[in-house]
């Protein structure tokens, strides 16, 4: 009988509720984003606060490489043929500049905000009204509930770099997404000999065994280790094969786990540039497909011109832009305003045939 009684109350219960915050004519997602309302706010505050904290973070560890590239994994370098001494440095600190530079524009670069309403192209009634800022919207913007604002073309909102990704800094996100995975992957590979020799021995050598002890017929390598088993001895370290030791181990181990994390990450994102689509766009078109299948037709994206024609626009290489502005740093940027999407510009010939 108390269980009975017990199960009716809560029907009742769970009537009243549903009776008090369910609306026909509602969605499921409204309902689901009243209800992890709190949640958000939460996540919102704590991602804004930790922003700074991330992007610190990156500059540490980015550092942290590079000065153990500079002192551990180019001496071992130094011991190889001179080609391939040229082409590992160059090919490092290309690879150093371009992370360097599209880490900071992501970070520094503005991803794009929509004008006020009277300075909008076109009339305001074509515009839909944001629920939340109460701002008119051009076609592909969102509003970022961490920024507190609309942002054009929003893809995310990336704690990484205490930024939204939108319009205007999407170039720089998703080049620094790839040199980042590239570069982490050239650290793991030149690594690999040093990480085997380390892991699989005993830690703090004495450093008299060493070669940077051989005073006869030293390579440039050996002298290099001698200065920085000075430097390393003056920082706390019994000697030089301690410190080589730990950060072999360390180095690997940090940028195999980046390689592969953010380069699932980087080939999500770049199927998604060549379907047309940004993150948040990815769900409202599979909710589209599925309205519309329902009633036998079928959903095309708008801004899905093809795979070559989205990376073109999306990388601004329109109006006889070449390929280097992508493999140098570049600050161009892509194509359009964010407030319309025309078509892509058809490309322009290099040689044209003159009539007779």
Request: some cysteine; proline content about 6%.
């Amino acid at each position: 009988m108390f269980i009975k009684t017990w199960l009716l109350q809560f029907r009742v219960a769970l009537f009243t509720v549903r009776a008090l915050a369910y609306n026909k004519a509602n969605s499921r997602a409204v309902v689901f984003d009243s209800a992890f309302r709190p949640v958000f706010w939460v996540v919102d505050r704590f991602v804004n606060l930790l922003g700074p904290v991330f992007v610190l973070l990156v500059i540490v560890l980015i550092t942290a490489v590079v000065m153990i590239y500079y002192t551990t994994i180019l001496p071992s370098i130094l011991e190889k043929h001179i080609v391939r001494i040229i082409l590992h440095l160059l090919v490092a600190h290309w690879l150093l500049l371009n992370i360097s530079f599209h880490y900071l524009k992501s970070v520094f670069t503005s991803p794009g905000y929509p004008p006020e309403g009277d300075k909008l192209p076109g009339k305001p009634e074509n515009y839909l009204i944001c629920r939340k800022c109460s701002q008119a919207k051009p076609p592909r913007t969102h509003h970022c509930s961490i920024c507190k604002r609309c942002i054009l073309k929003m893809d995310h909102h990336c704690p990484w770099i205490n930024n939204c990704v939108g319009h205007f800094n999407h170039r720089y996100f998703i080049l620094f997404c790839i040199y980042m995975t590239l570069g982490s992957l050239y650290v793991a590979v030149s690594s690999w000999d040093l990480f085997l020799e380390h892991f699989f021995s005993p830690k703090g050598k004495d450093l008299s065994n060493s070669k940077s002890n051989v005073n006869y017929h030293q390579s440039k390598a050996e002298i290099m280790r001698e200065k920085i088993a000075n430097v390393v001895v003056m920082g706390g370290y019994k000697n030089l094969l301690e410190f080589e030791h730990n950060s072999s181990v360390f180095v690997f181990m940090l940028c195999s786990a980046v390689t592969l994390a953010l380069g699932l990450l980087t080939l999500w994102h770049a199927k998604l540039i060549a379907d047309g689509q940004t993150s948040i766009e990815l769900y409202i078109n599979r909710a589209n497909q599925r309205a519309f299948r329902k009633k036998g037709l079928v959903y095309k994206n708008p801004y899905n011109y093809g795979a070559w024609d989205n990376w073109r626009l999306m990388l601004g290489l329109v109006n006889n832009r070449s390929w280097m502005s992508v493999l140098l740093p570049s600050s161009h940027h892509p194509y359009g305003n964010g407030l319309s999407w025309p078509p892509p510009p058809p490309k322009t010939p290099k040689y044209r045939i003159l009539p007779l």
